[in-house]
């Protein structure tokens, strides 16, 4: 199993810029999380789906964020247009019903 | 769901056993407790759960107390490697959608 995968491990791009982070769940799960991760807010929440419908954005900071899973093998998280205070760690996490969350490594995120 | 406590930070010494604390004193009956680690650069890991009786893996072993107010995650024979970050989550398991709300977490140091 290669477990979650996600691209770009890590990114630089300049304030302004649109970034759109991706997300390959492991194969066979039905849940898929979003979570962003500061020195200052630690690990957060941003949204969550399963079987492929957002089921709670509440966590999205505000309308630059957005994300969306077309279908059970991939998902992004899209920021237009970027900030500095945007710089994060972006991971992505996946599961099946009932069974433990399972995370990527992550995507490393530095607007200038 | 419940909220934990842990302490910010422990050291402990190369092949001793580590002995992680974690209060949960609002934990309700059908809540469960999860470990997760998150070494330097990586995402969480997920370690052990269990719900009121004692857990034991590969990884680890879980001691929840008969009154489940507080549990211990230990590490029998601590490595440089299991330096981390170590949260202890409470989750319920009829929330379908399992999100985790991560706290601060438990800085663990091993040392030679």
């Known amino acids: 199993d290669a477990g979650v995968i996600q691209s770009p491990r890590h990114e630089v791009t300049e304030m302004g810029q649109e970034v759109t982070l991706r997300c390959k769940p492991i194969?066979?799960?039905?849940?898929l999380f979003w979570y962003r991760q500061t020195m200052m807010r630690g690990l957060e929440l941003l949204i969550y789906f399963n079987n492929n419908v957002p089921i709670d954005d509440s966590g999205m900071p505000e309308d630059r964020f957005s994300a969306k899973m077309p279908n059970a093998s991939f998902s992004t998280l899209k920021i237009q247009p970027s900030e500095p205070r945007d710089s994060a760690v972006y991971f992505c996490?996946?599961?099946?019903?009932?069974?433990?969350?399972?995370f990527g490594e992550g995507s490393w995120l530095t607007v200038v | 769901d419940a909220k934990t406590t842990q302490p910010p930070s422990m050291d402990c010494a190369e092949g001793r056993a580590a002995n992680l604390p974690c209060n949960h004193s609002?934990?309700?009956?059908?809540?469960?407790v999860y470990w997760y680690r998150q070494i330097h650069s990586q995402g969480p890991q997920y370690i052990i759960h269990g719900l009121k009786n004692n857990e034991t893996n590969e990884m680890a072993s879980l001691i929840i107390t008969e009154d489940r107010k507080s549990s211990t995650l230990i590490l029998p024979h601590a490595t440089l490697r299991d330096t981390a970050v170590y949260y202890c989550i409470v989750r319920d398991p009829t929330d379908s959608w399992g999100k985790l709300q991560f706290g601060a977490g438990t800085q663990v140091v091993v040392t030679p």
């Open positions: 609002t934990i309700s009956g059908n809540e469960y």
């Open positions: 996490a996946s599961r099946i019903a009932g069974n433990t969350i399972y």
């Open positions: 194969s066979g799960h039905n849940s």
